[in-house]
């Protein structure tokens, strides 16, 4: 079983970077795929980002490619989120997630396991 803690949120501008980092447990992090998605207030939880097991292969959601980069270092067993230009949009708790298979996927429903979130905070 994976436990998954983020951290990294904070409050920045907007335009500002800011880099999640999201440590897991466990000895078999590479079988994992691994997902970030955020909920912002009032709103559903929504896909931002994800990464196949060996880093090779990667997704993002339509509102943050070109912005924010997923990435993995599994002899850290650490997933991170780089976030560039940020945007008050961007304003959301964000989640980590680890998904019992190679590849990621754009649905919350195929992750097994999720953080507890950290909250991200963009000002205009």
């Known amino acids: 079983q994976a436990q998954l803690v983020e951290s990294g949120g904070g409050l920045v501008q907007a335009g500002d970077s800011l880099r999640l980092s999201c440590a897991a447990s466990?000895?078999?992090?590479?079988?994992?795929?691994m997902g970030w998605f955020r909920q912002a207030p009032g709103k559903e939880r929504e896909f931002v980002a994800a990464?196949?097991?060996?880093?090779?292969?990667?997704y993002y959601g339509d509102s943050v490619r070109g912005r924010f980069t997923i990435s993995r270092d599994n002899a850290k067993n650490t997933v991170y989120l780089q976030m560039n230009s940020l945007k008050p949009e961007d304003t959301a708790v964000y989640y980590c997630?680890?998904?019992?298979?190679?590849?990621?996927?754009?649905?919350?429903?195929?992750?097994?396991?999720w953080g507890q979130g950290t909250q991200v905070t963009v000002s205009s």
């Open positions: 466990g000895r078999t992090f590479r079988n994992y795929a």
């Open positions: 997630a680890a998904r019992r298979y190679y590849s990621g996927s754009y649905s919350e429903k195929a992750y097994d396991y």
């Open positions: 990464i196949s097991g060996t880093g090779g292969t990667t």
